[in-house]
Structures are given as structure tokens and as C-alpha cells.
């Protein structure tokens, strides 16, 4: 006994489906980015737009963060900037940013004397080995800065 195969022909409904799945899928490969990634030269353009032409000086920022992450989807990071916090002096904002990642600008904590102590922790995703960046805004128009290197292991946002 022989077995015939039909082959059917698909429906309207069908052809214009895989069409609209197909015509999705293009637009999406074309329109994002590959791999698009922050550089040192993003963060710096991104740092000029926070603080201007000010250099950022060194010290007063404790940056807490892993050298080696296993999971570049949750990396934490403290900071914390030495201020009195008084109404004349304390420390307004910290900008974090990662080299690697999309946006480098990852996050940002604004203060004010009412806190008592400038001090934030965060878990950021990073895509890859790459250096984080603390900028604290200071009330007196001073900006510090604290860098250090994590090197992620496996996951993030590029793997």
C-alpha cells in the first residue's frame, strides 16, 4: 500500500501572517544596533554634559565594587562620598557610568544636607569587562572622581 502526501497550499491568512512575522523581523535586524556599546569617549561626551569643562579631582568618593563578577546581570556597587553634609557643604549628586554598556550613564543619586550622610547602593547590569566611573557633584562647584575595573565573567547584556 502506498501512502500519497497532499501538499496544501496555505491560506490567505497564513501567507499574510508570515509575511507580516518576516517584514517584523527585518525591520527589527536593521533598525537596532549590534552591539552597540558605550566607549571611553561616550562617557567622557556624557560626563561633559553633567559637569561641563570642570576636571574632576581625586579622593573623598568610596567606590565598592567586585573585581570579578560571576553574573554581569546584577552587579552591585556602593558609593559613598566623605561630606559633611552641612547646608554649605555637602555633596548634591553621584553619576555612575560603565564604559561598555549601551547607555553609559547608568545611574544617578541627587542629595541634599537633609540626607545626612551621601551614600547609595545599586546592583547595575554590565555587558562586559570594563571600568566603572563615579562622578559626586559637589556643592561648591567641585567634582571628584573614583574608577575602578570590573571584570565580568559571564552574562550581562552582550553575554
Known amino acids: 500500500m502506498t501512502e500519497s502526501k ?11 501572517f508570515a509575511l507580516g512575522a518576516g517584514g517584523l523581523a527585518v525591520a527589527t535586524i536593521t533598525l537596532l544596533p549590534a552591539g552597540a556599546a558605550a ?12 559637569i561641563g569643562e570642570t576636571a ?4 573623598r568618593i568610596t567606590l565598592e565594587v567586585p573585581q570579578i563578577a560571576e553574573n554581569g546581570n546584577t552587579v552591585p556597587i556602593t558609593v559613598e562620598v566623605d561630606s559633611p553634609m552641612s547646608d554649605q557643604d555637602y555633596c548634591k549628586a553621584v553619576h555612575i557610568f560603565a564604559e ?3 547607555l553609559p550613564n547608568v545611574a544617578s543619586f541627587r542629595f541634599t544636607p537633609a ?9 547595575v547590569r554590565l555587558a562586559k569587562t570594563q571600568n566603572v566611573i563615579v562622578l559626586a557633584e559637589m ?14 565573567t559571564i552574562g550581562g547584556c552582550g553575554g
Open 6 to 16: 497532499e501538499t496544501r497550499q496555505p491560506t490567505r491568512r497564513e501567507f499574510v
Open 39 to 50: 566607549d571611553s569617549a561616550a562617557v567622557t561626551e556624557a560626563m561633559k554634559k553633567l
Open 56 to 59: 574632576p579631582l581625586d579622593g
Open 100 to 102: 561598555g554598556n549601551p
Open 115 to 123: 540626607c545626612g550622610k551621601a551614600a547609595a547602593s545599586t546592583r
Open 139 to 152: 556643592s561648591d562647584g567641585k567634582v571628584y572622581m573614583s574608577k575602578a575595573e570590573v571584570k565580568v
